[in-house]
């Protein structure tokens, strides 16, 4: 029977035991008890069903912690959807990944009226229990229960049977909908700022496509002077004079900036006049790998306070905290090398990672799969890093190594980079720092409403805090939800 701190035993129940939390009835039961239906999603081969569009079809990829990803979505024919029926998905069916992450769990949203699903577990609540209390009760609580059910030696799994038998702690249905309440509105608070800052990412680097590939305000200058356009980017201009008066100028203090004509190298094809092309080391104080201190030396890890970050932990944005942290003991004896805030990271092991960004906010290190770009001061960051992004698909063609696919340091130093005036690099750094600065606030808001959340989802699923309580803590903490 489920233990729970001040949970006093009552009578058995039909239907599982009752518990009293802090004068409340909560009663354990098993999922399939309080669901309408537990399934499985499509069993076979998928390679030649997939279309360009049609009916989405969720895998386990597409399934986050408490949300559906649009990440690599496929796509099925309305007739196999039709075949497949079984497996058919709508708003509010709860999904629990079986294979990859078992355990992971997300409500179907009301975006997605129509999908498929294969390698998860569906579950149909009934009455008796929250759809978003269930998800976030196999996400947390019951995460013990799935790692004791997965079988299969090759890929472990999780299946409908484990799904079925677990184990779930339920107050009323009315105290479900108001803790979902509660963490609803800390995940709903989370999830805005991720589209936020992805919205913002998007018009910095926007910005920089506009200025720094695509010449946008050259080719404004020489279409105003009667400039010839070079045959690779006639079409861009033609785009540019049928915006006409809906194209935005720029001011006049930074158009003037931009040259007015073209020149041909062979390297790069057209670019500006006047406008060197240089590796991109020629840009930087200093290129450096990182490196990890020996993990048996445990003065070299305990009580760390120096960031040292994975490759894992780049996510193409600013970096906050790392996961693992080193001592100063650790740092001196090893080739670790501490680099000041506005360094560029990038990762240089194996798919997927490879090239992958990262821009510190603090002084910090990485571990040996990183390579670190110092930029010179009259630099700065955000240009290094546009510059290395627009550049992945070229670090990934030339990527080598059997075993996996790695590029190194010297690979990096020697990505070609435009050299631009300083001034209207100074224009491109005021314009973009606004927009990074507004990134970091609010993933550091994130990260406490994601600590906030993560103290409170324990205690409230399982009844050791209840709804007053937690609402006091928010309150306290000073978070703003």
Known sequence: ????????????????????????????????????????????????????????????????????????????????????????????????VRTGKPGTTAVVPEWLQEANCSDLVIVRCGSRINNR?????VNSVASSHVNAHLVGAVQQHFNVGSAKCMKVLLPDISEQERIVEILGTLDEKIELNRQMNTTLEAMAQALFKSWFVDFDPVIDNALAAG?????????????????????????????????????????????????????????????????????????????????????????DSVLLESEEKITQEGLDNSSCKLWPAGTVLIAIYAAPTVGRLGVLSQESTSNQACTGLVPLDTIGPYFLFYTLLNSREWLNTIAVGAAQQNISKSVVECVPSLKVPENLLASFNDSVLPIWASVQQRLEHNNSLIR????LLPKLLSGQLRIPEAEAMIERSGVAV
């Open 1 to 96: 029977m489920f233990k729970a701190s001040g949970a006093v035993p009552l009578s058995p129940h039909p239907t599982g035991w009752r518990v009293r939390i802090m004068g409340s009835d909560w009663q354990e039961v098993t999922l399939d008890e309080v669901a309408n239906e537990v399934t499985v999603g499509y069993v076979g081969s998928m390679t030649s069903e997939y279309v360009d569009a049609g009916v989405p079809f969720l895998r386990s990829k597409n399934v986050d912690v408490l949300r559906i990803n649009q990440d690599d979505l496929k796509f099925i024919s309305h007739d196999f959807h039709k075949q497949i029926s079984k497996s058919k998905l709508a708003p509010g069916d709860v999904v629990i």
């Open 133 to 137: 209390f269930l998800a976030y009760y």
């Open 227 to 315: 400039n010839p356009i070079p045959e690779p980017l006639q079409a861009r201009a033609e785009m540019r004079k049928g915006l006409g008066e809906q194209r935005k100028p720029l001011p006049a203090e930074i158009q003037h900036q931009f040259p007015s004509r073209f020149v041909f190298t062979e390297e790069m094809g057209w670019v500006p006049e006047g406008w060197e092309l240089v590796p991109i080391v020629e840009l930087c104080d200093r290129v450096q790998n990182g490196s990890t201190p020996k993990r048996m030396e445990a003065s070299f890890w305990e009580g760390g306070s120096i960031n040292w970050f994975k490759t894992g932990e780049l996510s």
């Open 452 to 455: 906030l959340r993560d103290t």
